[in-house]
């Protein structure tokens, strides 16, 4: 069913993510993106501490982030082939959106709001970005891999070493129907306490 016509809650039973990979043409205006980052931002955030920014992507920075990308996986696999260095190139612009979120523990506040708090919010900031990619009609998927975890990445974009890269969301429209996985069910993880 079109997502705009589905009452909220099964628009959150029913989300599904889509590998990167198959995230097509068109991605989000500039309006709807605003939209979804406006949505990602309405998040719990005990204290105020703010410990999330967003950065979006432009085709141009896509395409630097992949050279990057290109370059640091043929130096640090001395095996890879063409056409794995050539995935890694391609990589960030896998998608017509690309957001890379980043996890800034307020300091200040962190004797009050310890950092797992922290950490927390910048999580659900993630999946109220894909939750609101979906209400719109769009498929996203969120991803770390290893450029989350590679200084080098993090310098590229503005980021210090000690940064934390919670992830990269790639945001667009489905090539293909998402497949359904297999899902832990309630009766796995739900218990009932009574006192
Ligand atoms: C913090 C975080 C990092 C993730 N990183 C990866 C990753 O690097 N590679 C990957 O295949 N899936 C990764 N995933 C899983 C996908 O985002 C997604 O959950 C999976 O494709 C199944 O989608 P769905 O359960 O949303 O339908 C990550 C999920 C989270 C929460």
Redesign the pocket.
């Known amino acids: 069913m079109n997502a705009e016509k589905m009452l909220p809650i099964d628009l959150l039973r029913k989300?599904?993510?889509?590998?990167a990979a198959k995230i097509g043409d068109p991605g989000p205006t500039e309006h709807e993106l605003g939209l979804i980052i406006e949505a990602g931002l309405r998040v719990p955030d005990h204290g105020r501490c703010g410990p999330w920014r967003v950065q979006v992507i432009s085709k141009n920075g896509q395409l630097a982030l992949g050279k990057l990308y290109g370059e640091l996986y043929r130096r640090e696999n001395s095996d890879a082939s063409g056409e794995q260095i050539e995935y890694w190139l391609n990589r960030p612009s896998s998608a017509p959106c690309l957001l890379v979120i980043t996890c800034h523990i307020n300091q200040a506040k962190i004797e009050k709001i310890p950092a797992s708090e922290q950490h927390l919010s910048v999580?659900a900031l993630?999946?109220n970005i894909?939750n609101a990619s979906h209400a719109l009609g769009y498929v996203a998927?969120?991803?770390?891999?290893w450029p989350?975890y590679h200084d080098e990445v993090k310098k590229i974009l503005g980021h210090s070493a000690e940064t934390e890269i919670?992830?990269f969301i790639f945001i667009g429209t489905a090539t293909e129907e998402?497949s359904e996985?297999k899902?832990v069910s309630a009766d796995e993880v739900v218990s009932f306490w009574d006192g």
């Open positions: 989300r599904r993510s889509l590998v999580g993630c999946q894909l998927q969120w991803l770390t891999e989350s919670s992830g998402p996985r899902r």
